[in-house]
């Protein structure tokens, strides 16, 4: 069964820095891609950043390019999400999914973790 755990959530303030986790496991994940997506209160679940599993592949939402890094850690089987240069608009519950290919909709992610909520304070 595949599960995906997100961590790292918080309170931070504008212009700070989050890093967030996501632990995976029940799937051969290098033929697999994972994505992070966001949701603010009252939003639809908008797409982040997504990797292919060996990190060759990495795709941006406009809003974030330049200040949100996605990686992925083979060996511990964890993608993470590096967040700079915070804004109040990115406040969001961020969720880690995974499907077969590396793209932005998220109707294409087969499955998803319960979200870690990410705080940004100006």
């Known amino acids: 069964q595949v599960q995906l755990v997100e961590s790292g959530g918080g309170l931070v303030q504008a212009g700070g820095s989050l890093r967030l986790s996501c632990a995976a496991s029940?799937?051969?994940?290098?033929?697999?891609?994972m994505a992070w997506f966001r949701q603010a209160p009252g939003k639809e679940r908008d797409f982040v950043a997504a990797?292919?599993?060996?990190?060759?592949?990495?795709y941006y939402a406009d809003s974030v390019k330049g200040r949100f890094t996605i990686s992925s850690d083979n060996a511990k089987n964890t993608v993470y999400l590096q967040m700079s240069s915070l804004k109040p608009e990115d406040t969001a519950d961020y969720y880690c999914?995974?499907?077969?290919?590396?793209?932005?909709?998220?109707?294409?992610?087969?499955?998803w973790g319960q979200g870690t909520r990410v705080t940004v304070s100006s």
């Open positions: 999914a995974t499907g077969p290919s590396v793209v932005t909709s998220r109707f294409q992610y087969d499955y």
């Open positions: 029940g799937r051969t994940f290098r033929s697999y891609s």
């Open positions: 990797i292919n599993w060996s990190g060759t592949i990495t």
